[in-house]
Each structure stands twice: as C-alpha cells, then as structure tokens.
C-alpha cells in the first residue's frame, strides 16, 4: 500500500459541491479538499459571471476560406483557434449567413472569455478589442462575461493556473469526448483577490498583449517586405477556370491528368519567381526524414513528440504524446540522430502540408514522419529565417495546393517538395527579414515569460 493516496470523507461532507453524486477517488484528491480547507474566501465562478452561454448549433456547415472571403460570411472560431490566452486569426473558417441571424448569443463580444468545454477542456482565451466583431463561436467553447467583482485578467489567470486546470478536470464528465457542463462550469471554486493584486495582473495582461501584437506586426513587416521584393505584393491569383494542354505537356511532363493542377493560377506565380532569382529547394537544402514509431509506443511520458497538430509558423506547443522510455532507451542511437538542431525547418508534408517553423536552439524530441528537417546547405547565400518566411508565403502555398490538392488526406510527396520553386533575394535584404522575424520572435518569447510570471504571482497568492 506503499504510496497509495487516501482521503477519508464522511458521506455528508462528500455530498457538498457534489450535484452529480458522484464517489469515485478522482473527485476527492487531497490537492482537492486541501484547497476547500485551506483557501479562504471562495465562490463559485457563477458568483463572477455577468453573462454565460454555448450554443448548440443544429445542420451547420464550416465554409471553406475562399467561398467565406467572395460572399463575406461570418467567422467561425474553433477550438482550434485558441492558443491561450490568445486566438490564431490565419486559419478561420466560415459559417453561412444564415447561422448569423439564427443563433445570435453564438456571437463573440470583446473582453469575453471563451472556455473549451468539450474535446481536451484545456484552452482558455480573451477575445481581444481588435477582434472581427462578425464571428460565431463554436459550441465546444463557453462563452462568458465577468462582473465588477473580479478581473477578466485575473479570472483567465486562474483558470489556466495549475488550481483552475486541476478544477476543471475535477468536473469534467469522462465520455469518449470530455464535456463540462454549464453548471458544473459555475462550480469552479475561485479565490477572491485584492483589487490592488488585481491591478498588478491586468497591468501585465496589458503588456502581454501589446508585445504579442507588435510581435504580430513585425512578423507582418516581414511578410510584406518579402512580397514587395518579388512583386506580388498585389498579386491576384487567376480565376480562369481552364487550361489547354497537350500531352506532351501534361502527362508526359508531370505525370498528373487531373485538371485541378493545370489551373493558370499556378503556372502565373510560378513563371513571375522563375523570371528573377530562385533556388530549387532540393538545391538549397538538405532534407532529412523523421520516422513514424507507431502508437503502440506511446506514453504520457518520455521522449516529446511532435506532431504537425503540435506547432505552427509561430513555435511548437507541448506535445500530446511522448515515445515511450522503453522504445527511447532500445532505439537511442537512431532518435539522437533524429533530434532537430538550430536554425532546422521543421516542414510539413501530410495534411496541413507546407508549413514552416525553425528551431531556434537544439532540442531532445522527436517529430513525426509527417514531419521534414530542412538544413540550408549555404549560409551565405540564404538565410534560414528567410528561407522559413519563403516556405510560409503565398508563393509556396500555392505549390503545395497545386501538388497535394484533390485528396481527403493531403499528402505532399517528397519528390514534389525537392523541386519547390523558392524566390531568393538580395542577401541584404534577406538580412532585413531575418532580423524583423528575430525581433518579433524576441517579443513573443517576452509576452510568453509575463504570461507565466502572471500565472505565478495568481498561484502565489493563493498559496500565500
């Protein structure tokens, strides 16, 4: 019985805060009952909310970007927008304008928090000022707004604290899918704080967000600079729908019948890079697979994991899965050869193919098969932070959708990849970018640190 964890709880005391009657040791950890005996001050979180809601929408359909953007239709924000505290604004999909008028209180308002409820319940977010004010949100996130009593600073501090996930797992139903209900929501035990510590927190909110928004304005500078030198700064792709084609030209030369790769679009951006200065990818890097080890090594703990799921242009999130330290201690040679170094361009090649990111110190993880290492053979030629930029620009995109469109899955062979067409610019100016990226990064990695300096003062004070 050595370690086993106990808790002792007479039947009256287990039926309060307990609607659910529910008995199973999960629900009576001692860091549970510890917080109740020790934590003065405590109210549910129903005591702070002004306005609370999640819609249940009914025959709803997500509207790819291109038919969103030509008939202006509302956003639509998904869990996976979220990146607590903030919200991704690059990959939004859209709704029908008739969802807009159906299900109003689906509609988000600045300042309030929105909560994942159903699916992981890990992600919380602030809809900040600037936000598109025409966007529903999903269902699988609450929506909420505070009262004079509290901070919505404070509040979303908490409840990304490691007591607000602790609580919110507690009064989690464990379905096949996770889901907490609205009145197991209201449950949540909160701390009442000083409005003085309350001042000191939604002051450093206000500088976490600032440095992330001119984070986000000199990556957008970047962005920019990079279009501007290529001339497609006001680049339109074509809509012509058709292309004539001999065989020769077609089958004979790609291997390709479908007509979806012929699209003029493609053909126009490629030829504009190809008449000024370019680089074939194979050319200019060297490409490295990972591997692909199979879930039956998987393991909540051990070696990190990456995933294309795990990590963007902007950085890589904590891992879902670790290999396992059995399959890390039998394999080590091969993972240590695998693990990604500085300035490697992680690049995706399976379903949300073609997006860039580069590792900005060495790191012990390994990444899927999905995943490719990308190593610029000359750095005097082309920077790695440029080269990054170039992978996530239009310019490339369009290579990718011409290459591994038309599948469920998307699937973007490494054969197609080798041959990628990637405009390179006068070195100096690719020095500019770089440092813009650099700069902007810098301040990411700034709003990340008060973020979790944040986080520690809301659990300080409550330990306290």
């Given at each position: 019985?050595?370690?086993?964890e106990v808790?002792e709880?007479?039947?009256s005391?287990a039926l309060v805060d307990?609607?659910?009657?529910?008995i199973?040791?999960?629900y009576?950890?001692?860091?549970f009952?510890n917080f109740?005996?020790n934590?003065p001050?405590?109210?549910?979180?129903s005591?702070?909310?002004k306005?609370g809601?999640?819609?249940?929408y009914e025959?709803?359909?997500?509207i790819?970007?291109?038919?969103?953007v030509?008939k202006?239709f509302?956003?639509?924000?998904?869990?996976?927008d979220?990146?607590?505290?903030?919200?991704?604004?690059n990959n939004?999909?859209?709704?029908?304008?008739a969802?807009?008028?159906?299900y109003?209180?689906?509609r988000?308002?600045?300042g309030?928090?929105l909560?994942?409820?159903k699916?992981?319940i890990e992600k919380?977010?602030?809809v900040p000022d600037?936000?598109?004010?025409k966007?529903?949100?999903?269902g699988s996130?609450?929506k909420?707004t505070?009262?004079?009593?509290?901070?919505?600073?404070v509040?979303?501090c908490y409840l990304?604290s490691k007591?607000g996930?602790?609580?919110?797992d507690?009064?989690?139903?464990n379905l096949l899918i996770?889901?907490?209900s609205k009145p197991?929501?209201?449950?949540?035990p909160?701390?009442?704080f000083?409005k003085?510590?309350?001042t000191?927190?939604?002051?450093?909110?206000?500088?976490?967000f600032?440095?992330r928004?001119q984070?986000q304005?000199?990556?957008n500078?970047?962005?920019?600079?990079?279009?501007?030198?290529?001339g497609?700064?006001d680049?339109k792709?074509?809509e012509?729908?058709?292309?004539?084609?001999s065989f020769?030209?077609?089958?004979?030369?790609t291997?390709r019948?479908?007509?979806?790769?012929?699209q003029?679009?493609?053909?126009e951006?490629i030829?504009?890079?190809?008449?000024q200065?370019?680089?074939?990818?194979s050319?200019?890097?060297?490409?490295?697979k990972?591997i692909e080890?199979?879930s039956?090594?998987?393991?909540d703990?051990g070696l990190?994991f990456?995933r294309v799921?795990d990590y963007?242009?902007?950085g890589?999130?904590t891992p879902?899965k670790?290999?396992?330290?059995s399959f890390?201690k039998e394999?080590?040679?091969?993972?240590?050869?695998?693990?990604p170094t500085?300035e490697t361009i992680?690049?995706s090649?399976?379903?949300?193919?073609?997006t860039a990111y580069?590792?900005?110190?060495?790191?012990q993880a390994i990444?899927s098969?999905?995943?490719?290492?990308l190593n610029v053979?000359?750095?005097t030629?082309?920077?790695?932070e440029y080269?990054?930029l170039?992978?996530n620009?239009e310019?490339?995109k369009?290579?990718?959708?011409?290459?591994a469109g038309?599948s469920?899955?998307?699937?973007w062979?490494?054969?197609?990849?080798e041959?990628?067409?990637?405009?390179v610019?006068?070195?100096k100016?690719?020095?500019?970018?770089?440092?813009?990226?650099?700069e902007?990064?810098?301040?990411?990695?700034?709003s990340?640190r008060?973020l979790?300096?944040a986080?520690?003062?809301?659990?300080?004070?409550?330990?306290?």
């Open positions: 019985m050595e370690g086993l808790s709880v007479m039947l005391e307990n609607e659910n009657k529910r199973d040791s999960e009576f950890k001692k860091e009952l109740f005996n934590v001050n405590l109210k549910p979180l005591y702070f909310v306005d809601y999640r819609v249940v025959n709803t359909q997500i790819e970007t291109d038919e969103g030509a202006n509302p956003y639509f924000l998904q869990a996976t979220l990146e607590t505290p903030f919200i991704k604004t939004l999909y859209y709704v029908n304008e969802d807009w008028e159906r109003p209180k689906g988000v308002k600045k309030e928090i909560i994942e409820v699916g992981k919380v977010s602030i600037d936000f598109p004010e966007t529903l949100v999903s996130l609450f909420l505070v009262n004079d009593k509290i901070s919505k600073h509040l979303l990304i007591y996930i602790a609580f919110k507690r009064y989690k139903t996770s889901y907490v197991d929501l209201y449950r949540i909160i701390p009442e000083s003085i510590f309350q000191k927190i939604d002051e450093k909110f206000d500088l976490i600032k440095y928004k984070s304005s000199l990556y500078q970047a962005e920019n600079l990079l279009l501007k030198t290529i497609l700064s680049f792709p074509s012509k729908g058709t292309n004539i084609k020769k030209e077609s089958f004979l030369a291997g019948l479908d007509a979806e790769y012929y003029p679009k493609y053909e951006i030829s504009k890079i190809k008449k200065s370019h680089g074939i990818l050319n200019l890097v060297t490409i490295k990972s080890p199979g039956s090594v998987y393991s703990e990190p990456i799921a963007s242009k902007f890589i999130s879902d670790c290999l396992s330290n890390r394999n080590a040679k091969l993972l240590q050869s695998l693990y500085k992680l690049f090649k399976d379903g949300s193919v073609g580069m590792v900005r110190e060495n790191m990444t098969g999905a995943i490719l290492h053979k000359d750095k030629k082309i920077l790695p080269l990054t170039a992978l620009s310019v490339v369009l290579q990718a959708d011409r290459d038309g469920i899955i998307l699937h062979r490494i054969s197609e990849i041959n990628v067409v990637v405009p610019v006068d070195y100016i690719q020095q500019q970018i770089a440092d813009l990226i650099q902007s990064f810098m301040l990411r990695r700034e990340e008060l979790d300096e986080k520690d003062l809301v659990e300080g004070e409550i330990e306290e």
